[in-house]
């Protein structure tokens, strides 16, 4: 396993269609954190799962937006009638984390980067 | 809530220079702090991070940051900057039980003249 993977790398997409993107974390890392960066701005945290439970989701993360994480393993990012407005680099990171033990930093993948047009 | 500025949206050093990147953050508690550098394109690589003891903390390629909580400043240094380490740097704050939820600053745009 050699780090986070995130597919597709690019997605261009007309406006009102639905897209899916599917992040798979580092195979032993329990959490997973959605990002979505726009050009010129840093990452922007939008939701995470510890495990198959959908801990915190950001305002960001309009109704159009659903996350999942069905066995804890990979996640995947719906965003339906798609917007102009959601064209960005989508990030997928990982890290391992227990209540009373050590945490790891957060590993990123490389992205999706969604056009809306 | 937490927030990082940036202060520097672009730097432009000669190779052989050195560096510092600022970072100024905001946050109620002792914080989790991180540079992250980005390729045109790609994803975020961990520099460094700091989450307690010593306040110089060494990172790959060469990086330092050091922490400063009477400044509330976590800047990253390196005292001779080669052309690869032309990209966009990001300065991150964590907070509570997670490392991964992080604030990020609006990044730094490095440029390296040779």
């Known amino acids: 396993d050699t780090g986070v993977s995130q597919d597709p790398r690019h997605k261009i997409t007309k406006r009102g269609q639905n897209v899916t993107f599917r992040c798979d974390p580092i195979?032993?890392?329990?959490?997973l954190y959605w990002y979505r960066q726009t050009l010129g701005q840093g990452p922007e945290f939008l939701t995470y799962f510890q495990n198959e439970a959908q801990l915190e989701k950001s305002r960001l993360l309009s109704d159009r937006f659903s996350a999942e994480r069905p066995k804890g393993s990979f996640s995947t990012l719906e965003i339906q009638r798609t917007e102009q407005g959601d064209s960005a680099m989508y990030l997928c990171?990982?890290?391992?984390?227990?209540?009373?033990?050590?945490?790891?930093?957060?590993?990123f993948g490389q992205g999706t980067r969604l056009t809306v047009v | 809530a937490q927030s990082v500025t940036q202060p520097d949206i672009h730097i432009t050093v000669s190779e052989g220079a050195s560096l510092e990147l600022r970072c100024n953050y905001s946050y109620g508690a002792t914080p989790y702090l991180f540079w992250y550098v980005q390729s045109p394109g790609q994803g975020l690589q961990l520099l460094l991070k700091y989450f307690s003891g010593d306040t110089l903390v060494q990172g790959i390629k060469g990086f330092e940051a050091e922490f400063k909580r009477s400044q509330s400043s976590f800047n990253l240094r390196k005292p001779s900057v080669h052309w690869s380490d032309a990209a966009e740097y990001f300065c991150a704050v964590g907070a509570g039980a997670s490392y991964g939820k992080l604030t990020f600053g609006q990044g730094t745009i490095l440029t390296v003249h040779p």
């Open positions: 195979s032993e890392h329990n959490r």
């Open positions: 990171a990982s890290s391992l984390g227990h209540r009373d033990t050590m945490n790891t930093e957060a590993f």
